[in-house]
């Protein structure tokens, strides 16, 4: 039997997958560098335009710092919320009970009655809520283009791209993939209770 041919596809094969490695590898990481960067660029901008005074809400620039932070905080805590009570709604939390009280007692709570629908509807509501609110304070049509071309600004800007991707990137998503990673200790920590009474209304 002939296995020279053989012989000579390993090496083609390990090449191959091999180059097919470096490129998932570099794409990925310029998708996260793009990504990445993209991100801090509108906190900077947002922060900027806090800062001076360009917001749609009227007020002053603390007190759009402290409502921008506070819907932030808001959202991390109704979306990890949601993704960890769906995860461990149906599990015997007296387990539980020493180790993350906090969570034991939340759990407790959303077991009674109805209160995972109450949850559900108290979450969807603030989470449109603060949407709105943060939409107040990150939007500012009077803002210094910076020589920016019309149409690049109008796509990246001003259709409210850095408020949302900002919202959704930090706001949203972290808390989602933490509360899917550990929902036991993203029950736990504190405020999560009081965000839950508060989705309750």
Same mark, same amino acid.
């Given at each position: 039997?002939?296995?020279?041919?053989?012989?000579?596809?390993?090496?083609?094969?390990?090449?191959?997958?091999?180059?097919?490695?470096?490129?998932?590898?570099?794409?990925?990481?310029?998708?996260?560098?793009?990504?990445?960067?993209?991100?801090?660029?509108?906190?900077?901008?947002?922060?900027?335009?806090?800062?001076?005074?360009?917001?749609?809400?009227?007020?002053?620039?603390?007190?759009?710092?402290?409502?921008?932070?506070?819907?932030?905080?808001?959202?991390?805590?109704?979306?990890?919320?949601?993704?960890? /009570?769906?995860?461990?709604?149906? #599990?015997?939390?007296?387990?539980?009970? =020493?180790?993350?009280?906090?969570? !034991?007692?939340? &759990? +407790?709570?959303?077991?009674?009655?109805?209160?995972?629908?109450?949850?559900? /509807?108290?979450?969807?509501?603030? #989470?449109?809520?603060?949407?709105?609110? =943060?939409?107040?304070?990150?939007? !500012?049509?009077? &803002? +210094?283009?910076?020589?920016?071309?019309?149409?690049?600004?109008?796509?990246? /800007?001003?259709?409210?791209?850095?408020?949302?991707?900002?919202?959704?990137?930090?706001?949203?998503?972290?808390?989602?993939?933490?509360?899917?990673?550990?929902?036991?200790?993203?029950?736990?920590?504190?405020?999560?209770?009081?965000?839950?009474?508060?989705?309750?209304?």
């Amino acid at each position: 039997m002939d296995t020279s041919n053989t012989t000579d596809a390993m090496p083609k094969e390990q090449n191959s997958a091999h180059e097919a490695g470096i490129s998932t590898f570099l794409s990925t990481a310029i998708k996260y560098i793009v990504s990445s960067g993209l991100t801090l660029t509108y906190v900077v901008y947002l922060m900027w335009g806090i800062w001076t005074n360009q917001a749609v809400l009227p007020g002053p620039p603390i007190a759009h710092f402290i409502i921008f932070c506070f819907c932030l905080t808001l959202v991390a805590y109704l979306e990890g919320l949601q993704v960890a /009570i769906l995860a461990v709604e149906h #599990t015997d939390a007296r387990p539980k009970k =020493m180790t993350h009280p906090r969570a !034991f007692k939340l &759990i +407790s709570s959303i077991k009674q009655g109805n209160n995972v629908e109450k949850f559900l /509807i108290g979450r969807q509501f603030f #989470t449109i809520f603060v949407f709105t609110l =943060m939409a107040q304070v990150t939007s !500012f049509p009077n &803002i +210094s283009r910076l020589g920016i071309p019309s149409v690049i600004w109008f796509i990246f /800007i001003q259709t409210g791209l850095p408020g949302a991707m900002v919202a959704t990137t930090i706001g949203s998503l972290q808390p989602q993939l933490l509360a899917a990673k550990d929902p036991w200790k993203f029950l736990d920590l504190y405020g999560s209770c009081s965000v839950l009474y508060l989705c309750y209304g």
